[in-house]
């Protein structure tokens, strides 16, 4: 890659939503598309308006189409403090760089953005005007302009306390909008099949990009439920498939998740969710099966692994098991052979997925998953580690006051090399990983205790 003195500067416009997934996404994607984030620009925290620095147009437009946590981008051509600095930031932008956009058979116009601050129109025009120094030749086109600039002013993000005057102004040429509409047009209000976990259209998204998902990819999801998360991934291009342990969710059959309707209709299910967006072709298939038991023959099959195990709340976390496995105290059928439903301990669930990841994943394809955590206990050596596998990043989404889910993504940065060999993790290094097995507990727990609080009587 080249210097950091030779590349582009841009600005990124950020969505205040997920706001700890926004960092990881645009690492990931400019990683995907041949950039780098460099470390010096890991400080804007809460800021919508971060400063980077790509090596070219076309990779900031690369990113620009698969982001869901950007709004826009931006060539930056100015940036200060005051009017004062800005203004003197752009005349020390080269011209021959501004030419090939103000030239006299161009047209544009100048866009105001303000963040935490409504102007009015009136004080937009007065910012306009006092570009005149700026050398445009071309024509104003408000409707259809060939290129479209932007004054964007940062007022802070506490709107009990407004600035007088901007923290930040930057001046820049728009160059791509990103993918917000995504959430809206694979709004899950939407979606032909739907259970009671479905994933919301953002964060499926969020997931792809964290996944580095790319067109021909092979996609797999153990626990597919509904099919959310593959939605995301054929969107992308990538071929998707998956296996879950409930025969009713994979075959569409059963009580209905939606409000008002008792029962499945005959065509709800996965392949129909793909063909309502236009991309059955993507899909290979899904299969009831046990996560705990993977019927893959030895070898690596997928590029990423995107997944959203069950934590016991909405769904229960089960696996099949024999009559021998049955606890001791529960009565036993000798003659049955039908495999029995036995609990699934969510560290067994975190071994097993990340020891199927490391055996499956190509070198470099990433794992996603949801890890559910009881905040006031969480520590980060709870999350669950492989040899063969690399943490990217550890996201926080908070459902309650005192529990969340953290979206986990790791790479596969070494072979898998022996089932066996691995197994001895289990015990050694997954014990403090046994804390996640009473989530369920604790979270109703919590919920117990806030009922409690609320019906208590107050002592007046």
């Known amino acids: 890659m080249a210097l950091p003195c030779t590349l582009n500067r841009y600005l990124l416009l950020m969505a205040q939503e997920h706001l700890e997934f926004r960092l990881p996404e645009i690492k990931s994607l400019l990683s995907l598309f041949g950039g780098q984030f460099s470390s010096s620009q890991e400080t804007y925290g809460k800021s919508p308006f971060w400063i980077l620095s790509i090596p070219s147009e076309d990779i900031a437009r690369n990113l620009m189409k698969r982001t869901v946590c950007a709004k826009s981008i931006f060539e930056l051509w100015g940036h200060g403090k005051s009017p004062e600095e800005l203004y003197s930031s752009l005349k020390n932008y080269p011209v021959e760089k501004m030419i090939p956009f103000l030239h006299s058979d161009s047209t544009y116009k100048i866009k105001i953005h303000t963040f935490n601050k409504t102007l009015t129109q009136e004080e937009k025009v007065k910012r306009i005007d006092a570009l005149e120094f700026l050398p445009f030749e ?120 939606r409000k008002n309707q008792k029962w499945r209709g005959p065509d709800e299910n996965i392949r129909a969710n793909l063909r309502q967006y236009g991309l059955e072709k993507f899909y290979l298939d899904v299969l009831v099966s046990d996560a705990s038991k993977p019927s893959w023959r030895k070898g690596t099959y997928f590029d990423a692994i995107i997944t959203d195990p069950p934590y016991g709340i909405r769904e229960s976390t089960r696996r099949t098991g024999s009559q021998k496995e049955i606890p001791k105290g529960i009565e036993k059928c000798p003659e049955s052979h039908v495999p029995v439903s036995l609990s699934y301990h969510l560290s067994d669930m975190f071994f097993d997925l990340l020891n199927f990841a490391a055996e499956t994943l190509v070198l470099g394809g990433r794992l996603v998953y949801w890890l559910p955590v009881y905040t ?49 993790l289990r015990s050694d290094h997954f014990l403090p990983y046994q804390g996640h097995n009473s989530f369920r507990e604790k979270y109703f727990s919590g919920v117990t205790k806030r009922i409690a609080k609320e019906e208590k009587p107050s002592q007046e």
């Open 138 to 257: 071309g024509k104003v086109n408000l409707k259809k302009p060939q290129h479209v600039f932007s004054i964007l002013e940062d007022y802070g993000l506490d709107p009990n306390c407004i600035p007088e005057n901007p923290h930040n102004i930057y001046f820049g040429r728009w160059i791509a909008d990103g993918q917000r509409e995504l959430i809206e047009s694979y709004s899950v209000k939407k979606r032909h099949f739907i259970g009671n976990t479905s994933m919301d259209a953002g964060l499926s998204f969020i997931m792809a990009n964290h996944g580095k998902v790319k067109e021909n990819d092979i996609v797999f999801d153990p626990f597919v439920g509904t099919g959310g998360l593959l939605i995301a991934s054929a969107h992308f291009g990538a071929y998707v498939c998956g296996t879950d342990i409930d025969y009713n969710t994979v075959h569409g059959l059963g009580k209905a998740s």
């Open 376 to 424: 006031p206990e969480y520590t980060e050596e709870m999350v669950p580690w492989h040899p063969c596998l690399t943490l990217i990043s550890n996201c926080e989404q908070k459902l309650s006051s005192h529990t969340s889910r953290r979206l986990i993504t790791m790479e596969k940065v070494k072979e898998f090399e022996n089932r066996d060999q691995y197994s001895q």
